[in-house]
């Protein structure tokens, strides 16, 4: 491995171990005040002015409603329904996605059963939570089919004798969850003419250290996705609820989306039309708490709710964009797209993602092989007339002028461009971070297994523990082989060359692949797995372009 690939590879390292705490540096934690989001000046004046600072909360005044429950089976989960708030979902189970391990997967917990709960504030400044039983006025339980693709089920309440409805709207096929509020009887009883719907306590989590990474609300206004870390992870991507603050964030005026997300799945509302996003995280016993509260006019009845997988094609489908973050760093969502679309083509004709992971390393490779080859020969020409390129330091060292001009004669002289290497790796970097980005985020990994050991792509493939340190064989022979790639790509350095240099490089040998050890060691197996693929065929071309015969025409002459 030559030098620029070796900076390459170190620039990589240092924004993927940097990056959560430039989030963090952008996005710094104010526990004493409310951070805004502020595109309309005269909704901040409203929202600061209208509302007192501690508002009392009141229950609503109903009929007695014994609780009940209703059972919604679609294609990938069973949702539970309760009466309770006109609708909170008390169980959501997944059948979609799961761990050899795992039966089904429930997406709520002992915190997070009191959701979607409407709430307003009347005109005494009291915020009125209408979280008492609702009655059921239609719907029930239903198994759902291509045949019945839809349950609709209709909540009713009422407040001073005044009535009010919810409807939710669940499809077979999709995770999205239709739900419409009618609290227009309440409208002039009300301090704004606004009101909220809650989701209260976040998500379960459900893959151990690594949510702790991307655990985040997400709020888009404008289409510009703002982050709102939860998650807090150490080096090694351990994790713990005492790390999490309570801290709040608002955000006014029309959000296109607001949610909150952990590794592989999450919540997000999409408001017909909203005028203010209220984020609040907060330690649990167990786990990080998020409440995600949307606030909209009272006349704008409709809004669109998704829960479940990080699934690209089922966020897709909310046209909202939000899949763009699923794979990665926005900016590069265009190319992330294309791996992944890359990736799902492959499975279609192989249906084992760990030989799609192999045959991937394998395509990218061959892509790439070209540029590649250009910038191995580019650094092998480099290290031919490395001894020539130190005579001249070293006799022009007083005359940095004429040294500069003795260079650029020798690399003329030698059809050498010095920055030939460079090029090919820029143009190779946003494709290396894509497959980074793709195979670290992409659910499809999830409970996929590979073979032997290798039992689940998403995970580390711990073959076992040692004192209760995990014992992973992928990021051993990862490391090695990248030891051994840039073993390879210095054998052909000769003698004579500047000694610094050679110190340096003996010294890379070893510390980038231990670094790249440290930082892999937690990560998917699948991620591990397409490197160590991806070394190999770094080796075998470096071994190719190693054997072929010098250009010794000019060199020396």
Known sequence: MDRKTLTGFILIGAILLLWPSYLELISPSEKDKEDLVVPDSSLVEKYSETKPENPTTTTVESLEVERQNYTVDGKNYVAEISNTGGGSIVSFTLSKHLKKSEDSLNLIDDYNTKNLVVSFVNQSGEVVSLDKNWRLVSGGSVELSDVKPKASFIFATEHLGRPVTKELVFSYNSYEIDISVSLRSLKDISLDEKYTVSWAGGLPEHEGAQDAMFMEALVSQAGSIESFRVGAAGFFGSSSTNNIDSEEKKYVGQ??????????FGLFFVPQKSDLVEIIKYPTPLRAGVDVNITQ?????????????????????????LEEKILGWQWLSSVSWLVYSIMVML???????????????????????????KQLRSSKKMQEISPLMNQIKIKYKNNPTLQQQKMAALFQENKINPLAGCL????????????????RNTIAFRGESFFLWINDLSAADTLFVVGGIPVNVLPFLMSFSMYYTMKLSSATQPAGGDPAQEATQQMMKYMFPGMMFFLFYAFPSGLNLYYLCFNIMQILQQKIINNEAPNNSSIGS
């Open 297 to 321: 006019d009272i006349n704008l009845e409709k809004n669109k709710f998704y829960l479940g997988p990080l699934d690209y094609s089922s966020v897709e489908n909310l046209g909202v964009s």
């Open 347 to 373: 499975y279609g004709f192989i249906p084992n993602y760990g030989v799609v992971v192999v045959l991937f390393a394998i395509l990218i490779k061959l892509v790439t092989y070209p540029l590649m080859a």
């Open 424 to 439: 090919p790796l820029l143009i190779q970097m946003p494709i290396l971070m894509s497959v980074f980005m793709v195979f």
């Open 255 to 264: 959000a296109d989306f607001a949610g909150y997300r952990t590794k592989y």
